[in-house]
């Protein structure tokens, strides 16, 4: 399967993913699909369509193998907050994701899916993530990334701490050199005049 590769700071071009392709999956697929997801945190910033947050689901194909015989997942969703974009306090990457993966597969049992995440997700998305049944998710940056930010959800989680690890959905984070350009660009992009946070 084809795959593009960077491994200086992201800026070159990784190629495109959509719904409905294919990848080929092995031990270096992860951080594929998360330096999609901060591709996709920077795409929102450069279009002023949110804050700086990227998702990618895919979904499991267990009997699939490819040509080397590597088993192969589909990507169902790419996305980016939306938030200013919609005009919709809820449009999360991660919940926007959520809703094109459910949309794609045209079912809401997403229990085969994996959520690739630019930041640890908020209560909303973590909620949203268990609702949709996903079993796992990746992150690259950590909350307290976003927090420098100004996105500071600290309070929330502090909230939600106690029920965490409950539901045995399982999170990894993988680090990428890139994770935190999305937050740079986006206060780069504050500076410049583009005040709204969310
Ligand atoms: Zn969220």
Same mark, same amino acid.
């Given at each position: 399967m084809e795959r593009a590769w960077s491994t200086s700071d992201g800026t070159q071009e990784l190629? +495109? @993913? =959509?719904?409905?392709?294919?990848?080929?999956?092995d031990q270096s697929t992860a951080q594929f699909l998360l330096r999609?997801? !901060?591709? &996709?945190a920077r795409e929102a910033v450069r279009k002023r369509s949110g804050?700086? =947050?990227?998702? #990618?689901? !895919?979904?499991? @194909?267990?009997?699939?193998i490819d040509e080397s015989?590597?088993?192969? #997942?589909?990507?169902?969703? !790419?996305?980016?907050?939306? #938030?200013?974009? @919609?005009?919709?306090p809820t449009a999360h990457a991660e919940m926007v994701?959520?809703?094109?993966?459910?949309?794609?597969?045209?079912?809401?049992? @997403?229990?085969?899916?994996?959520?690739? +995440?630019?930041?640890?997700?908020?209560?909303?998305c973590y909620c949203a993530v268990i609702w949709a049944k996903i079993p796992r998710f990746w992150y690259a940056s950590e909350s307290e990334?976003?927090?420098?930010?100004? =996105?500071?959800?600290?309070?929330?989680? &502090?909230? =939600?701490?106690?029920?965490?690890? #409950?539901v045995g959905l399982k999170e990894e984070r993988v680090y990428l050199a890139e994770h935190q350009m999305p937050f740079k660009e986006y206060i780069e992009a504050l500076r410049q005049g583009f005040t709204e946070l969310y």
């Open positions: 190629g +495109t @993913l =959509f719904p409905g392709q294919l990848l080929s999956s999609h997801a !901060v591709h &996709q804050g700086p =947050f990227g998702a #990618v689901i !895919v979904r499991r @194909l267990p009997a699939a015989r590597q088993p192969l #997942v589909e990507v169902v969703a !790419v996305s980016h907050n939306r #938030v200013l974009e @919609l005009q919709d994701a959520t809703r094109e993966a459910a949309r794609h597969l045209q079912r809401r049992d @997403l229990s085969d899916c994996e959520l690739y +995440t630019s930041c640890y997700p908020c209560p909303m990334d976003a927090a420098m930010a100004g =996105f500071d959800d600290a309070k929330l989680h &502090q909230h =939600f701490r106690s029920s965490q690890g #409950v």
